[in-house]
């Protein structure tokens, strides 16, 4: 007996890192193959530039938007405009969006590249774009410092009133422009065309921040893989109280998305609040029962990150479910997020929405903080920020950005509430749900919040 007792805690994380590194079946393909993902990708790529980036580019008054690219320093909005076989830009690309007026859409462009799918029109020689002088130059090289001189014939043929590059002091979704792109564009143009060239920062936020429909149900089976993911790493089946650390869970966590051949955009985190015990120092501390835990985990996939923070209970010998004291803490953070979700509506800014919800959190008596963020393209994606952990009276310029329909949110925030069982220690309930604003402004979770525990028995 004394044996089994001394081996006991070996035994169980031999188990927990067994479980760890179990090897996936060949049917664990939530989203299909590489190449079923492609092909839903590349149709989600046709429908943006064909139905959300001419609208924005006609509410934003631009006529012509001009991007170049080289490899390594892809501008953020790149990635939103190319096939999902285009990894780099390879070199350099040019890509020219030229509005040539109702019933003829926006043409797309690409000087040098590919034309990814047969989405762009590909100009290597400057014969294919003759200016409307009708003069000819000498053939350029397609990719090389030569390569800007098959620029001008192009925006000639076009004629743009307005043309619109990325450079922002306020948003990094639209300052892809790179000092030295921005140099060799200005001195490839004439200077009546340079005249022309205008900031539109909401340009390339607006088009990476909308969202399509067709992308909503790919998004909330992601959400699910999530949620299933933080429901195992906190049950028996991953921890053994006593024996398991927090970065054991974390790494459970990585493996287990690395067997579903998916990723992630940050490294999960897994954190601890004890009855009586400071732990904001702990680092990688053994779990222990009568723990509460928390989780910040992300889920990435067909080009598209979730952010989920969810919270579970180690239950102490005879115990069937977290103390009554830890529920009302849950509960006030669900009463927050709903706060903050009835105050997101589009038309207002992140800041005004910031400032209504908090007015309303103190009036009913909620020890909180809001930091929610556009999700989607990226994890924190583009567009309007809804406080900062640390900046909770409004963000000036990112916080300015009004709400628009057909958008995702990672609804993100806690409440800190004082729990009778715990003597009163003040114990915070750290939340995070994506949400849906859909084309109608209506406001809904993508799949839905954690109103219990995950419970560890």
Avoid: K
């Amino acid at each position: 007996m004394r044996l089994i007792r001394i081996l006991a805690p070996a035994l169980a994380l031999a188990a927990t890192l067994a479980a760890a590194n179990r090897p996936a079946s060949a049917q664990e393909r939530p989203f299909g193959t590489l190449r079923e993902q492609a092909q839903v990708r590349q149709e989600w790529l046709r429908l943006r530039l064909e139905r959300v980036l001419p609208r924005i580019m006609r509410e934003q008054g631009v006529q012509m938007w001009i991007i170049p690219v080289r490899e390594y320093v892809e501008d953020p909005v790149f990635w939103a405009l190319v096939s999902p076989t285009t990894m780099a830009a390879r070199r350099r690309t040019i890509y020219v969006f030229c509005d040539r007026g109702d019933g003829r859409g926006v043409e797309r462009i690409a000087i040098g590249g590919s034309a990814q799918g047969g989405l762009y029109r590909v100009v290597r020689d400057p014969n294919a774009a003759t200016g409307t002088a009708g003069a000819t130059v000498r053939p350029a090289e397609p990719y090389g410092p030569d390569q800007w001189r098959l620029l001008q014939p192009v925006v000639e043929a076009c004629d743009p009133r307005t043309i619109a590059v990325n450079i922002s002091h306020t948003h990094a979704f639209s300052d892809g422009l790179t000092a030295g792109e921005w140099e060799q564009l200005q001195l490839s143009l004439s200077p009546v065309y340079r005249g022309r060239i205008i900031q539109r920062e909401l340009l390339a936020l607006h088009y990476l921040e909308e969202r399509l429909p067709e992308m909503l149900p790919t998004y909330e089976r992601m959400q699910r893989v999530a949620h299933d993911i933080i429901r195992t790493a906190f049950s028996f089946e991953v921890v053994t109280p006593g024996v398991t650390h927090t970065e054991d869970v974390v790494w459970w966590m990585r493996q287990r998305l690395n067997e579903l051949g998916l990723d992630t955009w940050f490294q999960p985190s897994v954190t601890v609040q004890r009855a009586g015990v400071e732990m904001g120092d702990s680092a990688n501390p053994v779990i222990r029962r009568g723990d509460v835990l928390h989780t910040d985990f992300g889920v990435t996939a067909l080009g598209l990150n979730t952010d989920t923070q969810h919270m579970g209970y180690v239950l102490r010998p005879g115990e069937t479910d977290a103390p009554a004291g830890l529920y009302a803490a849950l509960r006030r953070a669900n009463r927050l997020q709903d706060l903050l979700l009835e105050e997101m509506r589009p038309g207002r800014t992140g800041n005004e929405v910031l400032r209504t919800t908090r007015e309303r959190m103190r009036a009913e008596g909620i020890d909180g903080t809001v930091y929610s963020h556009p999700v989607g393209d990226h994890g924190h994606g583009a567009g309007p920020l809804i406080g900062l952990w640390d900046r909770q009276d409004g963000v000036v310029g990112r916080g300015d950005v009004a709400l628009r329909p057909s958008t995702w949110f990672s609804i993100e925030l806690q409440a800190t509430t004082p729990v009778p069982e715990w003597n009163g220690q003040p114990v915070r309930m750290a939340l995070e749900e994506d949400a849906a604003l859909g084309a109608d402004g209506a406001r809904r979770w993508v799949l839905t919040r954690q109103e219990r525990f995950h419970l560890v028995r």
